[in-house]
């Protein structure tokens, strides 16, 4: 786990407390209006008082406080390993547990068809490869439920530095030498899968697709995926 501590807090840019504080920062643009929709449009068949909801790489928890709120018998369970963010919890609801583990290769056996519901909000580009963890989240959920992912996905380059890294003018200067490093190596984390291979890789794991959607100008992706 200590490796992909050690990952995890490069890849957040080196500063945990900082990388916790934009998480919290971030809450609302990343669980906005259209996140919210597509939640509701796939999971409210699911959502009660009796179901179990797993939120996988959970940051500070702040989604499982707000489902906590709305449902307080439920059983919500978080997964997260970065101890910035273990630390960076405050104030957990009665009925939310949490869960650290390495999600790449996940040492935690829940139930099997335990789960009704699970969610991954930008934590596949994360791992080195998600299959692992798709294959296990089938064993975890129940015949019908549904699975919940929302990521980056692959962009050109150019488009990628301009979005990130605006400040980089290649043009009229050359710009210091890690802030280069950095930006293609994040290049390099944040563009893994299309969405089309992350819909395959889904399928070949035995989900079946019930939407997808991008967003982002087409940075980023939405999937509703079903266990069967």
């Known amino acids: 786990m200590q490796k992909t501590t050690e990952y995890l807090r490069h890849h957040h840019g080196g500063d ?4 916790a504080a934009k998480t919290v920062q971030s809450f609302a643009r990343n669980h906005d209006q259209g996140f919210r929709k597509f939640w509701h449009n796939h999971c409210d068949e699911l959502l009660s008082d009796q ?22 018998n439920a059983r919500l369970t978080g997964f997260e390993l970065a101890p910035y963010m273990l630390d960076r919890m405050e104030d957990l609801a009665a009925n939310v547990s949490i869960i650290s583990d390495d999600l790449n290769n996940p040492s935690t056996e829940l139930p099997e068809h335990s789960v009704d519901i699970a969610l991954a909000n930008l934590l596949i580009h994360e791992l080195h490869q998600p299959v692992t963890l798709f294959c296990k989240l089938r064993r975890w959920l129940k015949p019908g439920g549904v699975f919940i992912l929302c990521d980056r996905v692959r962009q ?10 605006a400040a980089i003018d290649l043009a009229n200067q050359t710009p210091e030498y890690d802030a280069l490093v950095n930006a293609f190596q994040h290049f ?9 291979d992350i819909i395959a890789l889904l ?26």
């Open 51 to 72: 179901a179990a909801i797993i939120d996988l790489g959970c940051g500070t928890g702040l989604w499982l406080n707000e489902l906590a709120q709305q449902y307080p």
């Open 188 to 196: 390099q984390e944040h563009n893994r899968y299309h969405p089309d």
């Open 156 to 165: 050109p380059l150019a488009e990628y530095l301009h979005h990130q890294y």
């Open 203 to 228: 399928r070949q794991c035995g989900f079946k697709i019930a939407a997808s959607e991008t967003f982002k100008n087409g940075r980023a992706v939405r999937i509703a995926a079903i266990s069967v």
């Open 16 to 19: 945990g407390h900082k990388a």
